[in-house]
Every structure is written in structure tokens, then in C-alpha cells.
């Protein structure tokens, strides 16, 4: 995997190994400091319940105004459906 950062600096991607094409999206979003602070525990609980998903890609922004900032990780997943 590796990260880029885009243009305006408040956007990175991690480009994740999969040849894949993803069929699942999952988001999380945080604006106050505290829950900023713990979005990464919640992406990390989330991923060892999903243990049978494959990242495929994923993509932080950060976004602000006057009074907040937001940050969001999205997750790009492939997992297998039931045929």
C-alpha cells in the first residue's frame, strides 16, 4: 500500500494491493476533537469484525471551516456476496 496526498494537501489515498474491483463503501466521519481523536480505533474495530473484507483503497479528506474540521476515512472494499 502506499499514500498520496492530493493537490490541496486535505486529501490522501492509500492505494490498497487488490486487483480487485470494490463492491462495498464505509465511512467515517468525525468534526469534534475527541471523536477525531478516536477514528482510528473505530476504523480499526470495524476491520477486525469484517475480517473477511479486502481493502481495496482508501481515501482521507479533511475538510474546515471557521468553527470545525471534519475528517473522514473511506474504505473501499471488495468482499465476497453470496451467489
Same mark, same amino acid.
Given at each position: ?33 475527541? @471523536? ?20 481495496? @483503497? ?6 474546515? @471551516? ?15 456476496? @453470496?451467489?
Amino acid at each position: 500500500m502506499y499514500m498520496s496526498a492530493g493537490s490541496g494537501h486535505n486529501v490522501g489515498a492509500l492505494k490498497g494491493n487488490s486487483d480487485k474491483p470494490f463492491n462495498g463503501v464505509k465511512v467515517f466521519t468525525a468534526t469534534m476533537m475527541a @471523536d477525531r481523536e478516536r477514528l482510528g480505533d473505530r476504523v480499526t474495530n470495524w476491520l477486525s469484525k469484517h475480517p473477511h473484507v479486502e481493502i481495496c @483503497d482508501c481515501v482521507v479528506t479533511q475538510s474546515s @471551516d471557521e468553527s470545525f474540521h471534519c475528517l473522514a476515512i473511506t474504505l473501499f472494499y471488495y468482499e465476497e456476496l @453470496d451467489k
